[in-house]
Antibody, heavy 118, light 107 residues
Framework: EGQLVESGGGLVQPGRSLRLSCAAS????????IHWVRQAPGKGLEWVSV????????VYADSVKGRFTISRDNAKNSVYLQMNSLRPEDTAFYYC???????????WGQGTLVTVSS | DIQMTQSPSSLSASVGDRVTITCQAS??????LNWYQQKPGKAPKLLIY???NLKTGVPSRFSGSGSGTDFSFTITSLQPEDNATYYC?????????FGQGTKLEIK
């Protein structure tokens, strides 16, 4: 059974940086594009970024473009989200997911909370 | 970016009722529309993919339909465990946008 596990969340001051990690197990990791989706407390889901299996294509939401960088290391079955110049409005649970529109390969992590506050 | 307009934002219904949620895309997305269920403190869970395909293991009281720009999601014979928030999401074009969500309360 495939599993994704996020880590790296926490409390950070505005303007500072944080790096999230997403570790995969039990799935053919390099078959999948990996997305980050976030959810501010009590709010809806917001798509953040995607990286294809070979890192050839990377896309960001306008709200994070120029501040966040997604990367992956297939040898470590991991995806990373480097978040710079953090703002209070970046406060959210961050989920990594395959976001696959398919029967058995739509995996989500449990989420990691990022709180941006002074 | 494709905008997804989901309605209603909330609804309340009783056990055994039938409820329908709609989702409208700002442009033609063929059948690239998925429905998720999210319970408090949990990650979203895929229920329906490609507009009408039920994910394995999801109860048959859940169904989806539509294509192009107009989609609907129906739960027949509501159960207490259906108390959750439901989201539509388009997977036709990046960024893969979500609807605003529908919070379903079981009376």
């Amino acid at each position: 059974e495939g599993q994704l596990v996020e880590s790296g969340g926490g409390l950070v001051q505005p303007g500072r940086s944080l790096r999230l990690s997403c570790a995969a197990s039990g799935l053919s990791f390099d078959d999948f594009a990996i997305h980050w989706v976030r959810q501010a407390p009590g709010k809806g889901l917001e798509w953040v970024s995607v990286i294809t299996w070979n890192s050839a294509s990377i896309v960001y939401a306008d709200s994070v473009k120029g501040r966040f960088t997604i990367s992956r290391d297939n040898a470590k079955n991991s995806v990373y989200l480097q978040m710079n110049s953090l703002r209070p409005e970046d406060t959210a649970f961050y989920y990594c997911t395959t976001l696959a529109a398919a029967d058995t390969i739509n995996y989500w992590g449990q989420g990691t909370l990022v709180t941006v506050s002074s | 970016d494709i905008q997804m307009t989901q309605s209603p934002s909330s609804l309340s219904a009783s056990v055994g009722d039938r409820v329908t949620i709609t989702c409208q895309a700002s442009q033609d997305i063929s059948n690239d529309l998925n429905w998720y269920q999210q319970k408090p403190g949990k990650a979203p869970k895929l229920l329906i993919y490609d507009a009408s395909n039920l994910k394995t293991g999801v109860p048959s009281r859940f169904s989806g339909s539509g294509s192009g720009t107009d989609f609907s999601f129906t739960i027949t014979s509501l159960q207490p465990e259906d108390n959750a928030t439901y989201y539509c999401q388009q997977s036709d074009n990046l960024p893969y946008t979500f609807g605003q969500g529908t919070k379903l309360e079981i009376k």
